[in-house]
């Protein structure tokens, strides 16, 4: 029976494996699953699979807008080890080197497949470039059949990507056949098995088209619905709200729903804070790495060069060859404090040196090339360089660190802990002192059986929902989630004959989904300004609460990205009282319902991330925050795992800390 706005048709379905999000990882999963079902079928075993989207797969998640560079090729001559060092300099030297490891001796593969499918790479053929514009129609594939990949950095390499989402997308759906994906469905929570506390048995969320509620049962799942963003007050203001670097539709629905199932979360301190164009968000990669700009303040000085003593107090990811990204920051932001800004990225030297060895016509290309970065990624960009009359050969642009995000696959590590691969060395028991303090019903080690399956049994993550690791980029987040689709398949086979119970009823579920339409029905009439009510709050007005709390106390924008464990109380105590107001948001409709619970979600990941800041006694991000009651990267007490986890029924965090070990080598 069709539903109504405030009486949703509800629609239940037993499937063996979902997947939660259409975005990078979920597409690998959904490309890779198919012939792992076919396997298992083989074996007798049939496996039913489902992806929910809260978007179109065609253009969600973070690739949405495309993207100009693939971040993580290793290529043949290059070694997964290297790949693994440097992703632990660029994160201060704390993730999980099984993760980064495994994933850079996999990952060329969906490489190769995004080209197979029609994403034009760019490469160079005995010394002559060819870009998506000048590949010769008779074509050819350039990572398999020769030719070098043009490189944008040692792990980077350059595509015309506008519509690297579609591509990606379009396999995934011919693999996983259209009658198994339902978009524009958002999912609330995980529900718990009523037999077995640990264990996932389902899920629920509403359609965010249609009056309809949906209730899944499963063996196993695959949360992916990326990172968090918004849950900082942005820089973007007025007209520009909605703007920012990574997407705002990335909110936090990962982290919170794998928290309140009980899986343990890591390194949520972790955030992200990139330097990037002012007012457009657009990307500076290109601009850096192939165009060799450099960053300058207001003065012309180079501060890299200039403030570089200050990267020797920070040993020894300050003096790698390329130091940490948080420490790049750090130096910009010295600049700022001391109010030598703004900072500019000198596109006019950059072109006019360009010039200088190169031909007009392949000046000219260069030129169209750094428009097509911005158009590629981020056409906003292209509308601030023309609205501000900028020409980059004439005039430079503004950089400025952005709000704060959270993410797990590209410079960032926050994320869900998850098992690792098991030839690669990794601890299977826990070696720390403060071992004690990890809850007993945790796994040990770093591998308990299952690639990216969660602490929660049959709960698995990837891309962004990988904590630890980070730098896997578009390309990474693909890999790991055909790295689950072959494990959530083995974990299914294993489970063949467990039976999902959902620990609540279905009753109850739905009236907690559509709790905040009810009270926008019932108290809607007590005013006539419908924004006004003494009886609820919008989702908006919250959010607002939500971002001013986080910006002033939490090392946002507002103090310069500085804190001290004072400031974390207060916070803790706002945020408590947030939690408990967000039970009062109204819903006028289906938008205000996904917004709703979208700003739910960046609660409980806002609150991880504090928790996690107040529980490290340092500042292991120096750029990115700053606890300035202990301003320091201690790498006697604190060069370990921030690990936690959440208990739904207390609403309360434990924190601890989980050994690390180096597994490749640092010293080379
Ligand atoms: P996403 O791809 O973000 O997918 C998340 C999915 O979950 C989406 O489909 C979303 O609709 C869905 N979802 C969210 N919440 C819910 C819910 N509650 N219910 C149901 N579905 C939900 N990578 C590179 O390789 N090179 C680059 O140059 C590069 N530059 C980047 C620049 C920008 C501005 C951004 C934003 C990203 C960039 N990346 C780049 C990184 C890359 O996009 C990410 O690493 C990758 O997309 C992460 O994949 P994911 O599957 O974890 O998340």
Not at 342 to 350: C, H, L, Q, R, S
Not at 632 to 656: A, M, P, R
Request: with cysteine; aromatic share 10%.
């Amino acid at each position: 029976m069709a539903g109504t706005f405030g009486n949703p048709e509800v629609v239940q379905e037993e499937v063996d494996i979902l997947i939660i999000g259409g975005g990078m990882a979920a597409c690998g999963a959904a490309y890779e699953i198919m012939p792992w079902i076919g396997a298992a079928k083989e074996a007798g075993v049939d496996i039913t699979v489902k992806l929910v989207d809260k978007a179109a797969m065609d253009r969600s998640g973070a690739v949405a807008q495309g993207l100009s560079a693939i971040n993580t090729y290793i290529g043949p001559n290059q070694d997964p080890a290297d790949y693994a060092r440097m992703v632990s300099n660029d994160l201060m030297g704390i993730t999980r080197d099984d993760l980064a490891y495994d994933l850079g001796r996999n990952v060329d593969d969906s490489v190769h497949l995004f080209e197979e499918w029609g994403l034009p790479i760019w490469k160079t053929v005995n010394g002559e470039r060819f870009d998506g514009a000048t590949w010769p129609k008779e074509g050819g594939k350039l990572l398999k059949d020769g030719g070098d990949p043009v490189r944008s950095g040692k792990w980077q390499i350059m595509i015309n990507g506008e519509s690297y989402k579609w591509i990606v997308a379009e396999a995934a759906k011919k693999a996983l056949g259209s009658d198994n994906i339902q978009e524009r469905v958002f999912i609330v929570k995980l529900v718990n098995d009523a037999n077995d506390k640990n264990r996932v048995a389902g899920a629920v969320g509403f359609s965010t088209r249609e009056d309809k509620v949906y209730v899944y049962k499963f063996k196993a799942c695959l949360l992916v619905a990326g990172g968090c963003v918004n849950i900082f007050r942005p820089r973007s203001v007025g007209e520009g709200q909605g703007r920012a670097w990574y997407p705002v539709w990335n909110a936090g629905s990962t982290y919170t729903m794998a928290a309140e199932a009980g899986a343990e979360l890591t390194m949520m301190e972790n955030r992200f804070v990139p330097a990037r164009f002012k007012d457009g968000y657009g990307p500076v990669g290109a601009w850096f790495l192939l165009f060799k700009a450099q960053a300058t303040n207001a003065y012309g000085e180079v501060y890299m060069t200039k403030n570089k003593e200050l990267l020797n107090d920070y040993p020894p990811y300050g003096q790698a060859a390329v130091p940490a990204s948080c420490l790049r920051n750090h130096l910009m932001l010295k600049e700022m404090k001391e109010g030598r800004g703004p900072i500019y990225m000198d596109t006019v030297t950059a072109l006019a040196k360009l010039r200088e060895t190169l031909s007009p016509r392949e000046v000219k290309h260069l030129e169209a090339e750094a428009w097509e970065d911005f158009l590629d990624m981020c056409i906003g960009q292209c509308g601030i360089w023309v609205g501000e009359n900028i020409e980059p050969e004439k005039k430079n642009s503004e950089l400025m660190p952005t709000e704060p995000y959270l993410l797990g696959s590209h410079s960032g590590c926050c994320g869900i802990w998850a098992s690792g691969p098991d030839d690669v060395g990794a601890p299977t028991t826990e070696e720390h002192p403060d071992a004690a303090l990890i809850p007993a019903h945790l796994p040990q080690g770093w591998n308990w059986g299952y690639r990216s399956m969660t602490t929660v049994r049959g709960l698995f993550t990837a891309g962004d929902g990988v904590g630890a690791s980070g730098h896997k980029f578009s390309s990474g987040s693909h890999t790991e989630g055909r790295m689950c689709a072959q494990s959530m398949v083995k974990f299914v086979m294993d489970n063949k004959d467990w039976v999902p119970t959902l620990d609540t009823s279905v009753e109850a579920l739905v009236e907690e989904i559509y709790r905040p339409v009810r009270t926008f029905l019932e108290h809607k009439d007590y005013t006539t300004a419908i924004d006004v009510n003494p009886h609820y709050i919008t989702p908006r007005m919250l959010q607002f609460r939500l971002q001013k709390i986080m910006d002033e106390y939490v090392a946002g924008v507002a103090t310069y990205y500085t804190t001290n464990g004072h400031m974390l109380a207060v916070a803790e105590e706002k945020l408590g009282m947030l939690k408990e107001d967000a039970m009062k948001m109204r819903a006028k409709d289906l938008h205000e319902l996904l917004r709703a619970w979208e700003n739910y979600h960046r609660i409980l990941t806002a609150e991880a991330h504090m928790k996690h800041i107040q529980f490290r006694k340092e500042s292991r991000y120096p750029g990115f925050y700053y606890r300035m009651d202990y301003n320091l990267v201690d790498e006697e007490n604190w060069h370990c795992f921030v690990n936690s986890v959440y208990d739904k029924e207390t609403k309360t965090w434990t924190v601890f800390k989980r050994a690390h070990k180096d597994l490749v080598d640092k010293s080379k």
